[in-house]
């Protein structure tokens, strides 16, 4: 299958988005796992991505696919870091 104007095609493997990326494949999947790009199509055993796709979300600058805005939430206080709050750097410290 292959784009009617160009001639490429239409859905990238994860070589194909690596290369795009100049990245591992490895840190395709990373990505992938941590919602910072789009989710492949599964199309039985393999794993593909639309190139439209792709494209679109590298155009945009790639953008987190799962809507987070990568702000830090405040960390919650529990009763373990109020007690290591407590106790000073040099006693909390591990060693």
């Known amino acids: 299958m292959t784009h009617e104007d160009t001639g490429r095609p239409a859905m990238l493997t994860v070589h194909d988005v690596a290369g795009m990326l100049n990245c591992s494949t490895r840190t395709v999947y990373r ?20 190139r439209v796709a792709i494209e679109s979300w590298i155009a945009l600058g790639c953008p987190r696919a799962d809507g987070v805005t990568g702000e830090r939430l405040p960390r919650k206080r529990t009763k373990t870091n109020s007690n290591l709050l407590a106790l000073g750097s040099e006693e909390a410290s591990c060693s």
């Open 31 to 50: 990505l992938i796992d941590s919602g910072r790009m789009p989710r492949p199509v599964r199309l039985g055993a393999l794993v593909r991505w639309p």
